[in-house]
């Protein structure tokens, strides 16, 4: 993909789009021209272990619990009963993904578990091109409340036989007004200790860019995560990033377009990304993070 940026650089965004042969190389470009206009990026942060696992894309019955493992890591998230006995269900889809971006960059910009999703909610989820109102913004209420009433289990692989398992909820405590306009999450003391201890950094822009492709925002997450934190190149192969990404694909053959297609939107957005797809599944290459201004440290990675 640093052809890609490359060209852009070389060429432009007009001419790229003029010689691009689909919709799909259409779509890269213009991501790629937006991170690269954006003078300075604005951090966004996340939890390591939602870098190695993923939530569903879609809706699932209320009442399930969600696993799904990737090479590293396993994540189960279990609905709780509200009050009344009744679950709401796994969190899912893209405005799951980006609350959980924005809850956990509040915490590490403010150095606080007590976060409001309200007004400054519906605030970046405007900056960030998505719609917060009317019947979205009862959609993105609906995740906050799922979020709220998840239990979240993550078990780590550390090589040799070892595991370690931990299980929190994202959430200690909840206050919803009244007049249901705002929502104050308290995030867990296990859940805030390992986002300030290992704060994965992303680039706001980058994040805007694939607001709605879930598949292809969780490899920009795994990337920025895994790229700038490796000493060696690594290849992963086809089985594991199946048994991590394809989630909600009955057949790996049927995944693998989709997967491609995702990867490469993921590296637009990503310029320092060194990575690329070869016929025995992702190679990755130790990269510099997607902000390299910001904590110029490497982020610890959990598990090898």
């Keep these: 993909m640093g052809d890609l940026h490359d060209q852009l650089e070389k060429f432009g965004r007009a001419q790229l789009e003029l010689w691009a042969p689909d919709s799909e190389r259409r779509r890269q470009v213009a991501a790629a021209s937006a991170v690269a206009a954006e003078v300075v990026l604005d951090p966004a942060w996340t939890h390591p272990g939602l870098c190695l696992t993923v939530l569903p894309h879609r809706a699932r019955p209320n009442g399930e619990i969600w696993r799904r493992s990737g090479p590293l890591a396993t994540l189960t998230v279990q609905p709780i009963a509200d009050g009344e006995g009744r679950y709401l ?45 009317g019947s979205d913004y009862r959609a993105v209420r609906e995740q906050a409340r799922r979020i709220d009433r998840s239990l979240l ?14 299980q929190d909820t994202i959430t200690r405590a909840s206050h919803e007004h009244e007049d249901g306009d705002d929502l104050t999450i308290e995030l867990s003391e296990g859940y805030f200790r390992a986002l300030m201890e290992r704060p994965v950094p992303a680039a706001e822009q980058a994040v805007s860019q694939l607001r709605m492709r879930c598949q292809a925002l969780d490899v920009y997450l795994w990337l920025a995560y895994r790229l700038h934190a490796l000493e060696k190149p690594v290849t992963v192969s086809w089985q594991a990033l199946y048994g991590q990404f394809g989630a909600e694909i009955g057949r790996e053959a049927h995944w693998r377009p989709r997967f491609t297609r995702d990867f490469e939107l993921a590296l637009a957005v990503y310029p320092q990304a060194r990575a690329r797809l070869v016929e025995e599944g992702a190679v990755l290459e130790p990269s510099a993070s997607p902000l390299p201004s910001r904590r110029g440290s490497k982020t610890r990675l959990l598990a090898e």
């Design 89 to 133: 269900g796994v969190p899912y889809g893209p405005r799951a993904r980006m609350i959980l971006v924005y809850l956990q960059s509040e915490a590490v910009r403010t150095q606080s578990r007590t976060i409001e999703l309200g007004r400054s909610l519906h605030q970046w989820l405007t900056k960030m091109g998505m719609s917060a109102g």
């Design 153 to 166: 289990t993550f078990e780590y692989r550390l090589g040799a036989g070892e595991r370690w398992r931990i």
